[in-house]
């Protein structure tokens, strides 16, 4: 079962996790009109009193962002705020995810961003692997992703995970573990809830932001840091065939960290990825903040002065 760390973040206090709840006629329910924040904090093991936030400022930017494309305002400094007061409160000693939500709190119908309240909550949930670190098989969706002209694509807008939910439980059903999504131009988007990335003779490539993908932080990180480690990196339109003959295929995100991709349809990919375990090893390093070398990617948070 879910395990919720005991208190919420929730009309602008503390309150005990039970009591963060919300009527049935919440506007955002009916009518998606939401966006929410994902990130893993993980209690510091050389430190009890201090928790690390994997670049909490890029996070804290993107859910303003999406606030933004809601018409609405959520400052960063607010973000981090509340972050802070939330973990205080509830000095989680295992890794945990938090999910922070900006939403349209008002009671009643029409869909509109304009004249109606907002709100904005954090909850907390304890998250092992969301996806097998050994590898997942993959079906190419037959629904296709958005696109930024008819839904904002830089946010992380509720709504538009109908696609996501839809994509995911039909990979299940047809006995995959998760959808690849190619976009309205037919090229390669991302996975449900993870970027893509492939690697083709030593060359680490990934859809670009024109792709109707998600600007995840996790991407944008093993981006830099492959460059970082002279790794060549391209971000272009990639063709479905391409996954097909790739040398490694992987997906990258909040929740799923780097999972590698063992299987594409019926087709099995090659079990050796040297290129993504390098970019995964390093990951694991900086997240649990042992690499000196990118301590600016993270936040430690004091849990008392
Ligand atoms: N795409 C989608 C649709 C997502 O929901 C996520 C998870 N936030 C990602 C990609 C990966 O983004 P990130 O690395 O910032 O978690």
Not at 255 to 278: C, F, G, K, N, Q
Not at 295 to 300: A, I, M, Q
Request: glycine letters at 6%; hydrophobic letters at 40%; a negative charge.
């Amino acid at each position: 079962m879910h395990q919720f760390l005991p208190f919420a973040w929730f009309g602008g206090q503390i309150v005990p996790f039970p009591e963060a709840t919300l009527s049935v006629a919440t506007h955002a329910l009916h009518y998606g009109t939401g966006a929410f924040g994902g990130m893993r904090a993980l209690p510091n093991p050389a430190d009890a009193n201090e928790i690390l936030l994997f670049r909490a400022d890029r996070h804290a930017r993107r859910l303003s962002q999406s606030a933004r494309l809601l018409l609405t305002e959520l400052s960063e400094q607010r973000i981090h705020e509340s972050i802070r007061l939330f973990l205080q409160a509830n000095r989680p000693t295992t890794p945990v995810y938090l999910r922070p939500f900006v939403y349209t709190s008002d009671l009643g119908i029409a869909p509109r961003l304009h004249d109606i309240q907002t709100d904005f909550l954090i909850y907390g949930i304890e998250l092992g692997d969301y996806l097998s670190p050994d590898g997942v098989s993959c079906r190419i969706s037959s629904w296709t992703r958005q696109e930024d002209r008819s839904l904002p694509l830089r946010g992380k807008i509720s709504g538009a995970y109908i696609t996501s939910s839809l994509a995911k439980t039909e990979a299940f059903k047809s006995g995959f573990d998760e959808a690849l999504l190619l976009n309205s131009r037919g090229k390669v988007s991302e996975a449900s809830g993870m970027n893509l990335f492939m690697v083709r003779d030593g060359v680490l490539i990934t859809p670009g932001v024109d792709q109707d993908i998600l600007e995840g932080i996790t991407r944008a990180s093993v981006l830099e840091l492959a460059r970082d480690l002279g790794i060549p990196t391209l971000e272009r339109a990639v063709d479905k065939t391409e996954l097909f003959v790739a040398d490694e295929v992987f997906l990258t995100g909040t929740a799923a960290r780097v999972t590698p991709v063992r299987r594409i349809e019926s087709t099995d990919l090659a079990t050796d990825r040297p290129v993504m375990e390098r970019l995964r090893d390093r990951l694991t390093a900086i997240t649990e903040g042992r690499d000196s070398a990118y301590d600016h990617w993270v936040t430690r948070v004091r849990l008392s002065d």
